[in-house]
Each structure stands twice: as structure tokens, then as C-alpha cells.
């Protein structure tokens, strides 16, 4: 793959060397060039070799640069990519309850790992192969936000209506074990994968080690909105007390094995 330059910053290091708007960026001293997550991490160095085409015909540039200084090429859009949708039709989605009739970008279901990294997105994982995970372990693209839900590989499927959204979670495992640093929610839906579900994914994390940032359990929203839909409901008071509890004693049990402050807990209300 290649991308398209659509400008080029005046007085820039790039327009010195000759490049020009509608050139194609191959590749940065040999590495191919897909998205701005390429470009930035091999941007960086202070000796490059730009590959490029105009009109058909390759050719490339050379320069030397101070390290982290901008090579000034503007591209279409930011990602100078498309944003990858969602692939899921997960069972409490917020953006298939939403009203009808409120500005288009609204509706659109991002799932894309760029963003994850660089806004905060979260990702499900189940938009991204092995060689993208390869790509996040080279440039140590960390942390990573991922809706995990569940680590019952067949309780995702169902809850994402995804039949790979179990065998994505190897990913989390890879990521955590390559360095990566990992914040992992739960969207958290009664009757589906709170009580023991809970207890078991909580386990399962516990497993993820230092790569474990943090966990966050979120209580599903529902609105008026769902005919069609999965059938939900909301927590009642005793039950978000209960799988509260849960959550209390599991993180008390692992205090002293992963180094938890009991104050710490204390200042989180438990």
C-alpha cells in the first residue's frame, strides 16, 4: 500500500528535497508506508530515504534531519487512512440505541486501534490480525483500550454476535505479554456476564499481569430505543451491590500478590 500526499508545507524539509503534492509515499527507508502510525513512528529518524512515485515513475530522496523533527507532508485526512468500522452487533450497543435523526457521524461505529492509541478509543479486537498486533509490539503503541466484556470466549460471541470475537481475545494475551499496557472494560449486563462471568473474567485478567493498567466495570445504559433488540434490563440496587461486592473481594484476595496498597482501596470506596 501506498498513500497519497496531498500537500506540502511551505519552506518544509520535503518541498526542499523536491516533493511535490500528488506524489505517492511508498515507503521510509524501506518500510511501507500504510497509515499515519507508519509515518510518525519512521518519520522520526534522523537519516531517511523517502521512496515515492509521480505520475507513475518511482524515484527517491534522502535527507538528514534532527530526530522528531517534521518532514512537513499533509495528507487527506489525518489517519491518511479510512476509519475502520465496527464488525460486531453486540447486545447492549449504545450507538443502536441512539434516536433517529441526529447528525450523521453519531451513528458511525469506530473499532480502529489507531484511534484507541492516539484519542482513546476503545477497540473490541476483533478488527485486527496478527500482523496488526506485530505493528502495535514494534512501535510499542501503548496503552491500548480494549472492550473486552467477557473473557468467556463463547459468552463474547454471543454478547458481541461475533463468532470471532472469542478467539480475538489471544490478542490481549500477546499484547500484554510484548509490553503492551492494557485498559480493559466491562460493560456489564445482568443476567448475561455478571455473578460468576464476572468472577471468571476478573480472574482471567489477574493473569494479563503488570500489563494491567486497569479494569473498569460499567453498569449497561439502556434507552427507550431498542425495539428489536437484545432483550436487556438495567441493575437493580441489590444486584449492582452484589456484583460490587464481587468486585471488592476479588481485588482484596490479589492485594498483597499485586502489590495493592490497602489505602488505595479504602480511598476507591471499597
Not at 522528531?68 to 464488525?87: H, I, N, P, V, W
Not at 484519542?119 to 505493528?135: H, K, S
Not at 485478567?205 to 425495539?227: I, Q
Amino acid at each position: 500500500m501506498a498513500v497519497t500526499i496531498n500537500g506540502v508545507a511551505e519552506k518544509s524539509r520535503a518541498q526542499r528535497v523536491g516533493i511535490q503534492p500528488g506524489d505517492v509515499l511508498v515507503a521510509i527507508n524501506g518500510h511501507e508506508i500504510i497509515d499515519v502510525l507508519d509515518y510518525r513512528f519512521f518519520e522520526t529518524e534522523r537519516e531517511l530515504r523517502l521512496s515515492l512515485r509521480r505520475g507513475g515513475e518511482s524515484y527517491e530522496v534522502e535527507l538528514v534531519k534532527p530526530q522528531y523533527a517534521e518532514l512537513g507532508l499533509e495528507f487527506e485526512t489525518y489517519l491518511m487512512d479510512k476509519q475502520r468500522s465496527c464488525r460486531n452487533k453486540c447486545v447492549f450497543c449504545f450507538i443502536d440505541q441512539l434516536p433517529p435523526g441526529m447528525r450523521e457521524t453519531l451513528y458511525f461505529k469506530d473499532d480502529d486501534d489507531r484511534l484507541s492509541f492516539l484519542f482513546g478509543n476503545y477497540i473490541t479486537l476483533t478488527n485486527i490480525d496478527d500482523r496488526e498486533v506485530d505493528r502495535i509490539l514494534q512501535m510499542h503503541i501503548s496503552p491500548i483500550n480494549v472492550s473486552v466484556h467477557t473473557m468467556d470466549p463463547q459468552l463474547r460471541c454471543t454478547m458481541m454476535h461475533n463468532r470471532f470475537a472469542g478467539d480475538s481475545l489471544r490478542h490481549l494475551y500477546r499484547l500484554a505479554e510484548g509490553g503492551i499496557h492494557l485498559n480493559c472494560q466491562i460493560v456489564l449486563c445482568p443476567g448475561v456476564n455478571d455473578g460468576p462471568a464476572l468472577e471468571h473474567t476478573l480472574e482471567e485478567f489477574w493473569s494479563l499481569g503488570e500489563g494491567l493498567l486497569s479494569v473498569a466495570c460499567v453498569p449497561v445504559g439502556l434507552t427507550r430505543y431498542r425495539e428489536g433488540l437484545y432483550p436487556l434490563r438495567p441493575y437493580t440496587q441489590q444486584e449492582g451491590a452484589l456484583d460490587l461486592a464481587r468486585a471488592v473481594r476479588f481485588v482484596r484476595s490479589h492485594a498483597e500478590e499485586y502489590r495493592i496498597d490497602p489505602r488505595d482501596i479504602a480511598v476507591m470506596g471499597f
